[in-house]
């Protein structure tokens, strides 16, 4: 049970922050290739709507399987302040997650989502490096 859960929260931490790697180092630069603004903007949608998607896939899965995690196999995390820094830095990547969905993406505003794409990629790249450090 608990490798099942440990899998399952490996592989969304995959998804989300490969994701944000491929969006901001792979897509990004190569959507230059498309002439016209209008084929670029519908192209971009198209892409961050799946992707999206998956990201709101992968923080229900992280968070469930986390608890699941925690609660059932690692209770020495409660009072383990470096695992208290990943689910702050989780719940700020939510958050950012939420604005750049509603307020950006959602009214068309796709110019200013790579910003905060590559703030959240940040973030979970600070989580992994905590990871490592978590005994
Ligand atoms: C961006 C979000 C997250 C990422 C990238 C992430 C990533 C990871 C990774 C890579 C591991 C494996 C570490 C290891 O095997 O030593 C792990 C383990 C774990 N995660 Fe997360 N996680 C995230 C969110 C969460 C959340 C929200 C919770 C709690 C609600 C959580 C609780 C745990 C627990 C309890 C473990 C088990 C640690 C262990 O195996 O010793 N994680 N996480």
Do not use: C
């Amino acid at each position: 049970m608990v490798k099942s859960l440990l899998f399952l929260h490996l592989l969304f931490a995959i998804v989300w922050i490969g994701g944000m790697v491929y969006s901001l180092l792979f897509l990004k630069p190569s959507l230059k290739e498309l002439a016209q603004e209008e084929q670029r903007h519908r192209f971009l949608k198209s892409v961050l709507s799946r992707f999206f998607s998956a990201v709101w896939l992968s923080l229900l899965v992280l968070f469930l399987t986390g608890m699941g995690l925690w609660h059932g196999y690692r209770r020495d995390f409660s009072d383990n302040p470096l695992f208290h820094a990943k689910l702050f830095l989780f719940a700020l990547m939510t958050l950012v997650f939420v604005y750049l969905y509603f307020f950006l993406f959602r009214r068309g505003r796709l110019s200013q989502v790579p910003n905060l794409v590559a703030v959240n990629l940040i973030l979970g790249l600070l989580v992994l490096l905590i990871i490592t450090y978590i005994s």
